[in-house]
């Protein structure tokens, strides 16, 4: 073998490897500091410590990947494209098998980020009511009134409306009062009697609007604001029947 191909190929070589020593190197450094700030960020937004933790760690293997294939590169030069092509093939093979779990994982993470509900909260989705347990990659557990254990896939989150029962602290509440036309009902006397009752808020006010009269009867609709909606409207329809016997209420 002639020498001067050997000396060649070596020195050739060495380049490479340094090319190669200083793009792990930069790839690292570059690594940390992405994981770093991305981590700095969520924290930031007050996302969800998995995600928080996850997202960074996603964040760094993606640059360290990008080293390794620039590393390729180096070596391989030539067949570099081929080696590339491969792994996209083999990369969409994985991503049609695997796409309801991936979908089901990109959406958790969205969840644990953006937090549109958290443990605690109740919310209403795909059907179901119930309270959220907790929230994984993959799937959130909910808790229903009755007892039941519902596993929801985050995907529906994406695709479904969520309602979020709890994101408010107050729920309205809405009572009906029929009397007679001919019959007198003062306002303010109603206002009195709902906001005696300590369950229901004093802001905002309760109120008091004449709906319609009709076949000699008077309806009005009495509104109020809660924390809890059913105990405010049993509250507030006992207060009414109490502070006016002769007139029917019902609630909404």
Do not use: C
């Amino acid at each position: 073998m002639d020498p001067n191909l050997v000396r060649e190929a070596l020195l050739d070589y060495a380049i490479r490897t340094l090319w190669a020593a200083v793009v792990v190197v930069i790839a690292i450094v570059i690594a940390r500091a992405v994981r770093g700030t991305t981590m700095r960020q969520l924290t930031r937004h007050r996302a969800h410590a998995n995600a928080t933790i996850l997202l960074g760690n996603l964040a760094q293997l993606g640059v360290i990947v990008l080293g390794v294939l620039i590393v390729l590169a180096i070596y391989t030069q030539g067949a570099f494209g081929w080696i590339l092509t491969s792994f996209s093939v083999v990369g969409i093979v994985i991503g049609l098998s695997l796409q309801d779990i991936l979908r089901n994982f990109f959406a958790g993470i969205w969840v644990l980020v953006e937090r549109p509900f958290r443990i605690g909260d109740t919310i209403d989705v795909s059907g179901y009511t119930g309270l959220v347990e907790e929230i994984s990659f993959r799937t959130t557990q909910l808790r229903t009134a009755d007892g039941r254990q519902v596993i929801v896939p985050n995907g529906d989150f994406m695709t479904k409306p969520v309602v979020n029962l709890t994101r408010f602290p107050l729920r309205r509440g809405v009572v009906f009062l029929t009397l007679d036309a001919a019959g007198e009902l003062s306002t303010d006397a109603v206002k009195a009697a709902i906001e005696s009752v300590s369950v229901i808020a004093r802001d905002p006010a309760p109120s008091v609007e004449l709906r319609r009269v009709i076949n000699g009867k008077a309806r009005y609709q009495v509104t109020f604001w809660a924390p809890d909606h059913d105990a405010g409207v049993a509250a507030a329809v006992a207060a009414l029947r109490k502070q006016f016997p002769e007139v029917e209420v019902r609630p909404a």
